[in-house]
């Protein structure tokens, strides 16, 4: 059977996907400012953090349209899959699902499933790859559903923050805690919680003692990591990703660890020196 995965731009495409057919990104809208940036493959990303750094306003993010997932859902695959960002942090999974309803308004036999994440960025990433295992495998539409929600409701986020100036502006940081942080270089420890929203797990002074934390805050929280696939997206910090791999890969052991830049809304989360870890 052939498939395809829909992923918004949120999630960051494997350099191998994005000449295959099989995979399409649905990019959101970035607003800094008065501008509007598209979050696809012309997103420059030096200069939105250069934009955003400059603006006083928190960026904003759209979603793409029903119509839009409507036209990415309508192909000749058997099988059609979205994978969205939390549904907690953004509009695109309930539109994602109203374009799939509308494509079976037409079509109403087409297999199409909208996964909501529950996470963002490099955990949708490893949920496209987890579809693309059980597919390869010969799995049915119905096992691949069902194993995936499964392997979602496993699956956890961490990420730290070079910069707080985003939290401050969209409200999650008090604008005296985030200075108080800011001075102190205190860096939050973040995970996200079941239903996919943001939760503070610790903190430390200064970025490499926070992703000290992180790693162990991992390690406490990871069962039978040698079974397991992780991945890393970070914000403009490679040398800082490529260290954190190798600490993983040394206290955890995995199957495999997949490093990638953040695209454009990741970008916007993460912002400039962020890392994202998933389990």
């Not at 309508?74 to 309803?101: F, I, M």
Request: aromatic share 6%; glycine share 6%.
């Amino acid at each position: 059977m052939s498939f395809k995965v829909v992923i918004d731009s949120c999630g960051e495409l494997l350099d191998k996907w994005k000449h295959d057919p099989r995979f399409e990104s649905v990019p959101l809208t970035l607003m800094v400012g008065g501008e509007t940036i598209i979050d696809d493959e012309t997103f420059n990303q030096k200069e939105f953090l250069r934009k955003v750094a400059e603006c006083p306003e928190c960026p904003r993010s759209a979603c793409p349209s029903p119509e839009r997932y409507m036209k990415a859902f309508r192909c000749d695959a058997d099988h059609v899959y979205g994978v969205t960002l939390s549904a907690e942090l953004s509009g695109s999974y309930n539109s994602a699902v109203l374009g799939k309803n509308l494509l079976l308004e037409e079509e109403p036999d087409k297999k199409i499933h909208v996964f909501n994440s529950c996470s963002a960025s490099i955990g949708q990433t490893l949920i496209a790859m987890k579809i693309q295992e059980l597919e390869e495998a010969g799995a049915s539409f119905e096992e691949v559903v069902e194993k995936v929600e499964d392997y979602i409701s496993g699956q956890d986020t961490y990420f730290v923050l070079e910069n707080l100036e985003t939290l401050r502006k969209n409200g999650r940081l008090s604008k005296v805690k985030a200075l108080v942080a800011s001075a102190l270089k205190i860096k939050p420890v973040m995970c996200s919680t079941p239903e996919g929203n943001i939760a503070q797990l610790d903190q430390a002074r200064g970025m490499n003692k926070a992703l000290v934390k992180m790693v162990d805050r991992i390690a406490e929280r990871t069962r039978d990591p040698e079974k397991k696939c992780l991945a890393i997206s970070h914000c403009n910090c490679e040398s800082r990703a490529m260290l954190l791999k190798e600490t993983l890969q040394e206290r955890l052991r995995p199957l495999s660890i997949t490093v990638l830049d953040t695209a454009g809304v990741s970008s916007m989360y993460a912002n400039d020196g962020g890392v994202i870890v998933v389990v």
